[in-house]
């Protein structure tokens, strides 16, 4: 498996996340972002227990390459 990153959140105080990342050997998308601790906002979701749901800003979206060139566009 390689990961590619492919880009991280500019507005980060510390610089290490969200991140995004490709899987070239799934074709899948790994995001690195923040856990979602309020247990009001995870009961209105429906996560089995194999699951979890991070928050990922949408200032982020422009490092997915089918929003900035189309997709085939990976790093």
């Given at each position: 498996?390689?990961?590619?990153?492919?880009?991280?959140?500019?507005?980060?105080p510390d610089g290490d996340s969200p991140t995004l990342y490709y899987d070239d050997e799934t074709d899948n998308y790994l995001i690195q972002g923040w856990k979602v601790p309020d247990q009001e906002r995870r009961s209105q979701l429906n996560l089995?227990?194999?699951?979890?749901?991070?928050?990922?800003?949408?200032?982020?979206?422009q490092f997915f390459p089918e929003v900035n060139g189309g997709p085939d566009a990976h790093a």
């Open positions: 498996m390689a990961l590619h990153m492919l880009g991280k959140d500019p507005n980060s089995p227990g194999h699951e979890d749901v991070v928050e990922f800003p949408r200032r982020m979206m």
